[in-house]
């Protein structure tokens, strides 16, 4: 990798050269910012984009670059990217925020973008959370883009399918980029070191805890980083002190967003994948980040009626004690209550019979429209009813052989429905083997009825 300091760029600090801490001007520049790559062969972690494989170096290497939507986490790259995709197309770079960003300013933008087009020159514009422009504002772009006046690459947080215009989307190629890795945050780490001029006073452990507590975030990295180079201290510090010099930075979760969404559903999946463990730090993650444990309570109930349903009828009574327990005793000691029920759940036997026999149940209640019940089970209070056949030839059940008679209890002329379909695990294995017996008694019953009638 080649060097991204300059000989005159370093000063010596007394331990080791070291980037000089100022720009030009005499203001102090954060490692950060020293630190971006000055081509993307430098940027880190988004091997899956600019490998040789990757959509954007394709683009790249095939001559022709489609607007853009960079979809992911804080600290990832999308900005420096931008800036060098620029770079390499050899286009005018103009970036904005949407936060900062009104109709005044976008006018002057696309004015400023039209002459540049005038003198032959194309305008990469870069706007920073463009999810927080609303409807008109995001339609706005749409002209510039098709006529090649501007480049338009976006920079988002939030999932693009739910906050970006279809019209927009339609003409923008998202591509997303991953949280760095602990491969890659080393990375990261090992080039701030050659900046300063000398490795951080880190134990192992503290070196591994401080990459962790990024959380994926490569800028935040590098900021504890300059902190702990600032640090006169005799020898490296360990894992512990160092977690009391720095703040923890919070896990990346938003209630309403998409990690909302991700996360739930990895919960889901694992409690019905029966793996304890995931589904437990998944619980954990949420209720880290601040999620409000009655929304749990309430998918964890659901959890027990979409996926163990029958197999084990207890379950859903569990989770709604658990339920109940949490809203008596409150946080953090009900919390222990619902991760119990998410135990509970991941363990016990799965079956989503009940559920896939209600949806098709629905399907052809929709289907057969108001056709009517067979007289035969009818209630037949008045005369008149009993004259037009209500009642007529129904069996009592419980004077049935066996307190069963086998009769059709679906509308007459519709073929009988098949629903539910019980498996062989759990509970459902002898609800199973009851459907079963039902099943061949309602067999002998039409085979006797249709014999007396022949």
């Not at 992911?72 to 770079?87: E, F, M, N, Q, S």
């Not at 894992?239 to 010099?245: D, F, K, M, N, Y």
């Not at 399907?363 to 209500?390: C, D, F, V, W």
Request: hydrophobic share 40%; with cysteine.
């Amino acid at each position: 990798m080649a060097d991204l300091f300059d000989k005159d760029d370093m000063e010596d600090t007394g331990k080791g050269r070291a980037p000089a801490p100022r720009d030009e001007a005499g203001t102090p520049r954060p490692l950060a910012d020293r630190l971006r790559p000055q081509s993307l062969a430098e940027v880190v972690g988004q091997d899956h984009l600019l490998g040789p494989e990757g959509a954007l170096r394709v683009m790249l290497d095939g001559g022709h670059v489609s607007s853009l939507i960079f979809w992911g986490p804080p600290g990832v790259g999308k900005t420096t990217i931008a800036r060098l995709l620029a770079d390499e197309t050899d286009m005018d770079f103009v970036q904005i925020s949407a936060i900062f960003t009104g109709v005044p300013e976008l006018r002057k933008v696309f004015e400023q973008a039209r002459i540049r087009r005038q003198a032959g020159r194309q305008t990469l514009l870069f706007v920073d959370e463009i999810h927080r422009f609303n409807k008109a504002q995001q339609d706005s772009f749409l002209p510039l883009m098709e006529d090649g006046t501007i480049l338009l690459v976006g920079a988002t947080t939030e999932n693009p399918s739910f906050e970006l215009n279809a019209a927009l989307l339609s003409r923008a190629q998202v591509l997303t980029l991953d949280r760095l890795d602990e491969e890659a945050l080393e990375r990261l780490l090992a080039r701030a070191e050659k900046a300063l001029g000398r490795t951080l006073p880190l134990s192992a452990e503290a070196r591994s805890a401080m990459i962790s507590m990024a959380d994926g975030d490569g800028r935040a990295l590098l900021n504890m980083a300059e902190q702990v180079a600032a640090w006169d201290v005799p020898g490296p510090i360990d894992a512990e002190t160092l977690a009391h010099r720095l703040m923890r930075r919070a896990a990346k979760y938003d209630k309403s967003g998409d990690e909302h969404y991700n996360l739930i559903s990895a919960l889901h999946k694992a409690v019905r994948g029966s793996d304890p463990d995931a589904a437990l730090y998944w619980l954990a993650r949420m209720l880290e980040g601040g999620e409000d444990p009655r929304f749990l309570a309430r998918r964890i109930t659901r959890m027990a009626v979409e996926d163990i349903g029958l197999a084990d009828p207890q379950a859903q009574t569990l989770c709604l004690h658990a339920w109940e327990v949490y809203e008596r005793l409150g946080s953090p000691e009900g919390e222990l209550a619902l991760a119990q029920a998410v135990l509970y759940l991941a363990l016990a036997p799965k079956s989503n019979a009940g559920y896939v026999a209600y949806k098709m149940a629905r399907a052809a209640a929709r289907k057969t429209g108001s056709a009517p019940p067979p007289k035969h089970i009818l209630n037949a209070p008045t005369r008149l009813m009993k004259e037009q056949g209500y009642g007529e030839g129904y069996i009592y059940d419980h004077d049935a052989d066996g307190g069963f008679s086998g009769q059709n209890y679906f509308p007459d002329g519709m073929k009988r429905g098949v629903y539910y379909v019980p498996v062989e695990r759990g509970f459902e294995r002898e609800l199973k083997r009851r459907l079963d017996w039902f099943t061949r008694q309602r067999a002998r019953a039409g085979r006797v009825k249709g014999s007396g009638d022949s």
